[in-house]
Structures are given as C-alpha cells and as structure tokens.
C-alpha cells in the first residue's frame, strides 16, 4: 500500500473518533524511526489534548488497522499525540493557521549565516513565508515549527529575602 493511500484510510478511519470527542486532525505521518516505522495521528482541541483523548483514538482505529489490506505495511508503532506547544507546520493549512505566531524556521543550507531563525509568521502565499518582514522560499526551509521561547518563562517559588 502506497504511503499516500495510507494517510488517506486513516484519515478516514480516525474522523468519527476524533469528532466524538470534540477534537481536530491535526496530521497523520507514516515514518521510519530507525528501524522502524512509526503511523502517527496528531490530534488538537482548544481546551487541550489528554491521555483519555489520545487513548479513545488508538482504540478505534487499532482494530481497523488490523484488517487484511493492511497486512502489507512493514512493521509498526502507532501512535496517537497532541499536536504540542511547538507543533510542526507543514501544510498549507498549518501554515495559514500560525499566521501572526512566532514559528521557527530551519534552513537546508545557513541562511545569512544562521541554520535557523525564529520570528512572527507576517504572511503566506503557497510559494514563500514571510517572517518578521523577510521573506524566505519554501524550497530553502527544512522544516517550520510554531516557536515557544522557554527562556522567557521565570520560575515561580519565594522571592529573595
């Protein structure tokens, strides 16, 4: 079974579990991890994604997996996730939805001298990302991810005495 066909069975498959319980598809990847291959199902929910949520998915599509047309597929892990705080963006769709966010982009060759940069996502028309005024093609960026600074965050406890 082609890689493509793959995604769209289970995209089909994991609609009415994911509609039951209020969330979104966020992608669905088919990998090699090592030795491995890994079918992931990303899902989102603006209220947060927990383990109930990921576990209701798994267990319904598990089973459909096992069906006959899929005995083809080499060996694999499936495995059901929230998109994340710095989810990967690699849609148009996605890109559309992090307009006006902070992403970070990686390069496949240094960019001005950098392999990465971080900034606000101005604008996005197919071909090219335009972030923090400049403007970047689609075809020197490895990969685009929504960006969180975690140095910003400051550690809660008692104030210096």
């Known amino acids: 079974m082609q890689t493509k ?6 995209r089909q498959m994991c609609a009415a579990p994911i509609q039951e319980r209020g969330l979104s598809l966020w992608d669905v990847t088919f ?10 199902i990303i899902v989102d929910k603006e ?3 927990d383990i109930e949520d990921c576990e209701y998915v798994s267990r319904a599509v598990d089973p459909q997996l096992d ?3 899929f005995d083809s597929l080499p060996s694999y892990v499936l495995c059901v996730s929230s998109a994340g705080l710095e ?3 690699r849609t148009p ?4 939805w992090a307009l006006g966010r902070r992403v970070e982009l990686t390069f496949y060759r240094p960019h001005d001298g950098a392999k990465s940069k971080a900034g606000v996502l101005d604008a996005y028309d197919g071909e090219t990302l335009t972030v923090d005024g400049v403007v970047y093609s689609r075809r020197e960026i490895s990969s685009c ?3 969180f600074d975690f ?9 210096a005495e």
Do not use: D, F, N, W
């Not at 066909?5 to 289970?10: A, D, G, P, S, Y």
């Not at 990998?31 to 992931?40: F, M, V, W």
């Open 87 to 89: 989810r990967t963006l």
């Open 67 to 69: 069906e006959p047309e």
């Open 151 to 159: 140095t910003s965050i400051r550690p809660q406890g008692r104030a």
């Open 93 to 96: 769709e996605h890109l559309e």
């Open 5 to 10: 066909t793959l995604l769209q069975k289970v």
């Open 31 to 40: 990998e090699k991890e090592g030795p491995r291959y890994l079918l992931s």
């Open 145 to 147: 991810r929504e960006y």
């Open 47 to 49: 209220s947060g994604v």
